[in-house]
């Protein structure tokens, strides 16, 4: 499902425009961003939590030369499935 097919779904379960929807799932997403770059977590209860990870710096391997590179320290959004999701699932 890509953001358009979303967009409508959620305009046809809640009986609101897609206009309404679109500025619903922008919203979301920046909200969520933004509150990651300043290092909390969202939990959304039965749904999941995202939150940032810590990515220590490593030593990696060129596949095509063997050479090694570094690579540096970085985070990483990171999402864990709550209980009510995963049993939806199965």
């Known amino acids: 499902m890509n953001k358009q097919e979303l967009i409508e779904e959620i305009a046809t379960s809640a009986g609101i425009s897609k206009a309404a929807a679109g500025k619903v ?3 979301f997403t920046s909200s ?3 509150a990651l ?3 909390d977590s969202v939990t959304l209860i039965g749904f999941g939590t995202f939150a ?3 990515r220590a ?3 990696g391997r060129n596949p095509q030369t063997g050479k090694e590179i570094k690579i540096a320290a970085r985070k990483a959004p990171a999402f864990r499935a709550g ?3 995963k049993d939806a699932l199965n």
């Open 25 to 27: 799932i922008d919203a």
């Open 52 to 54: 940032v990870s810590e």
């Open 32 to 34: 969520v961003t933004g």
């Open 83 to 85: 209980k009510a999701l």
């Open 37 to 39: 770059k300043k290092g």
């Open 57 to 59: 710096a490593r030593t």
